[in-house]
């Protein structure tokens, strides 16, 4: 599936630009043959240029000062969120998009490295929010809330993945063969033993700490209901299994049959198909009557319907409901019900420092068949294909989507 490419070229000429997009243009065999000696070394990295539009282009490498680092990339995994981005970017600037990065550290200033205590050769988790540094949320390592990083209220806010490309020094983003890590960048070690592709999976089993334990409060002998069997959903069956969790349930559709097998050797007790059975009925049943404590929606594009489900089959009262929210509106929001079942809504938004280093613990622990989850790799020229088959419109069956820029 992959093309290898030059590890480095250089060419003095003007960028060097191939176009792949969901009309079938190329994503195999892409070359790039050398110009003459010259000595800037380039990038390359993909570009989201408009909707569902990629492009290979080319950057300057850029000069490293002494409280920065370079990171050469190794994986950066392909999430539901950038299934949304892609289709519909939230402005018209060109992205280099991938915000779950793992890489080496290939070049440190020694500032950097005195700061942060990372060095050259180090393997690492990069954090997709680049903190200020200074405000209350960070110092709690909450950088997810951080102002500098929220691209939803502060236009000159930096994120991987989302932070234009055209700001310098521009590379923001992980579908690239190497990422600018500024002196506020956020890393996490990855420990020894994890591979840069099973380290992949770091950010959605951050989520899923964050989301089922500190936010969910899920622990011993809880029951928990996770809807959606992606990804983000399987993460959480991990976690919530290795809290203690006596009954999980997993639903999914009908198009979903092999991540309900992996979600049950991952540790749900049941799997149900939404479309084939009534899940409420069936949930009653299996809880006989009383519902569950927590609700988890992993869900992607599905609408209102997971949430009314979850007030639904939460337990009679006082359970707690961790949501997303992704749609723009909510018709007839079911308040009256979730207020007399005194029901608490979350809402899920990434992960915190803590959640990130717990994650590469279990990880580490080798204590579940992850592999099961990583299933796909695609090189750097094969983004829009990738990006496609998490959403289910391109490779059948992919759950984790690796992308590896140097292939
Ligand atoms: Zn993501
Ligand atoms: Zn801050």
Redesign the pocket.
Known sequence: MCSRFLRHFRSPGPARVLRTNEDGAPRSNLTVTSGETATVEKVLAAVRVAPSTTEIREFPMPDIPEDSALLKMEVAGICGTDVRLYKQPPSSAPVIMGHENIGYIDKAGREFTKRKGFKEGDLVFLEHYV?????????LGQ?R?????DWRYNPNAIRYGYTASDVAPHLWGGFAQYVYLPWNAVLHRVPKGVTPELAGLATPMSNGIEWSLFDGGVGYDSTVLIQGPGQQGLSQTVVCKQAGASLIIVTGTSRDGARMEVAKALGADHVIDVEKEDPLARIKAITGGKGVDVVLDCTAGAGTLPILLGVEALKRRGGTMVVQGEMAEFPNFPIGRITAKAITIKSARGHSFKACELALQQLASKRFPLEKVTTHTFGLNEVDLAIRSVGGQGVPDVIHASLMPWE
Do not use: D, I, L, M
């Open positions: 903190s200020c540094g200074t405000c209350e949320w960070c110092h950088y809330h951080c102002e500098n990083t």
